[in-house]
């Protein structure tokens, strides 16, 4: 038992008169309701959490989700034990915190039936009698909103009660003692894709997706744009980039553990996935998803959806095929015939629409384009590669479209600092 509750157990004992008011659960009713318990697995989230956030004597406490912004404002329903209180009292509620947001109020008023006395009684027998014990439930609102910061929060509440007899009865004032720390998540809105396995919404989950988000804010610039925000998120995200190493999108969550590994680093499917992850965890306005980009033989400049893998485009070869790809800076040769490696299907890009407007991020890099046919430019070349099965490579044997020379460099893109979609509050 910690130290909160012996408090709040001698508060409890200590009569004002005969009146006894204990706080026995507390149900926060204006969070998301979407919360769900961690496994040791990240990718793989337990049960639901479906219980009020605090109640005396059980030892964890459910952690919440709640809209941030300067009208949103936390509420919910405390359970009351109450004793010697007798009908039409009006029981006023007051609950103080550190946190601003967690200061709330209420009030109830103990109903006819609900105070323990007998049929039959007159009023000035029952004026005389103690009640009790009844539960009531007193319907809480905070003062003010949590406001628009995404954060995690863990502050206790201390809870006063104030009572108020029928008629001209003197108020009596109780203090009521602390509930343990609640913990809640301010998001900018609620998580989205929560129906699905990779947006179901776990604490691990939250803890990880709102200190990615505050990293991506803190260095998006000063009062940075929506826009500003998922960019560098992504451009952070693909600072490892290694296309051998794959997840899906659900266990995407587990891109972080390729950051340390011998050779970091994910592909950029997966990279785009995490950040997607991140992202509607916490709510992000605007659209986003992931598609894939790629270029055809007879138009290699033109960027098209879709994937030259599927199916492959092959030509015979002596003894042998050619397959066409697009090939990246990692070629030893940039691209040019001869070089090995850095063979690509397809460009993984964030899709981020907002404010009429629709934005590309390639993944592992930390750009950003409005106009599709500029992703192509993220590799050197459009080529014939023919595998080397002593160097275990695909080799360029010939060129058929160069993006970017030796010595360029891809187009930079949007200036998000410049771009005018402010964020939501």
């Known amino acids: 038992m910690s130290w909160c509750w012996i408090v709040a157990s001698c508060l409890m004992s200590m009569p004002c008169g005969q ?51 300067k009208q949103a404002r936390l509420a919910g329903r405390l ?9 039409g009292s009006l029981i006023r509620i007051r609950g103080l915190s550190h946190e601003p947001g967690f200061n709330v109020a209420g009030e109830v008023v103990v109903s006819s039936g609900e105070d323990g006395g007998e049929d039959g009684d007159d009023d000035e027998a029952a004026a005389k009698k103690p009640a009790g014990p009844v539960t009531v439930v007193a319907e809480v609102k905070a003062g003010e909103g949590l406001g628009t910061a995404v954060r995690k929060i863990s502050q206790p509440i201390v809870w006063f ?24 998540y301010v998001l900018r809105g609620r998580p989205k894709m929560a129906d699905q396995k ?16 505050n ?3 803190a260095n998006a610039g000063e009062n940075p744009t929506s826009l500003a925000i998922v960019a560098e998120l992504v451009g952070r ?30 592909s950029c499917f997966s990279i785009i996935s995490y950040s997607i992850n991140l992202l509607n965890m916490v709510g992000h306005e605007g659209e986003y998803d992931m598609v894939t980009y790629t270029a055809t033989l007879e138009n290699p400049t033109k960027a098209v959806l879709g994937s030259l893998g599927s199916p492959p485009v092959r030509k015979p070869a002596i003894g042998d095929y050619w397959q066409l790809f ?13 070089g090995l490696g850095g063979v690509n299907f397809y460009e993984a890009v964030m899709r981020y629409k907002f404010g009429g407007r629709t934005y590309f991020m390639p993944g592992g890099t930390s750009r950003v384009y409005t106009n599709p046919d500029d992703i192509l430019r993220v590799f050197r070349t459009m080529a014939w590669a023919r595998y080397d099965n002593w160097k275990k490579e695909w080799r360029v044997v010939r060129v058929v479209h160069t993006y ?22």
């Open 79 to 87: 359970k009351l034990k109450v004793e010697g209180v007798k009908s």
């Open 215 to 217: 990293n991506a804010l």
């Open 19 to 69: 009146v006894f008011i204990e706080p026995i659960e507390f149900d926060i009713t204006s969070e998301h309701g979407l919360m769900h318990r961690d496994t040791a697995n990240l990718a793989e989230p337990g049960a639901r959490w479906d219980e009020p956030e605090w109640r005396f004597g059980r030892s964890n406490i459910v952690p919440f989700t709640h809209d941030g912004g």
């Open 161 to 184: 009660a104030e009572v108020k007899p029928p008629g001209d009865g003197k108020v009596s004032k109780h203090d009521l003692g602390p509930t343990s720390p609640l913990v809640g």
């Open 326 to 338: 697009l090939v990246d800076d990692r070629n030893t040769k940039l691209g040019q015939a001869g």
């Open 198 to 213: 990779r947006g179901t919404v776990t604490p691990r989950r939250l803890a990880i997706a709102v200190e990615r988000y």
């Open 404 to 425: 970017v020379r030796p010595g360029e460099g891809s187009p930079y893109g949007v200036d998000v600092s410049e771009v005018s979609s402010p964020r939501q509050e």
């Open 237 to 266: 995200m693909g600072k490892h980039y290694l296309p051998t190493r794959h997840y899906e999108e659900e266990d995407a969550w587990n891109v972080p553990e390729t950051w340390v590994m011998k050779d970091p680093g994910a």
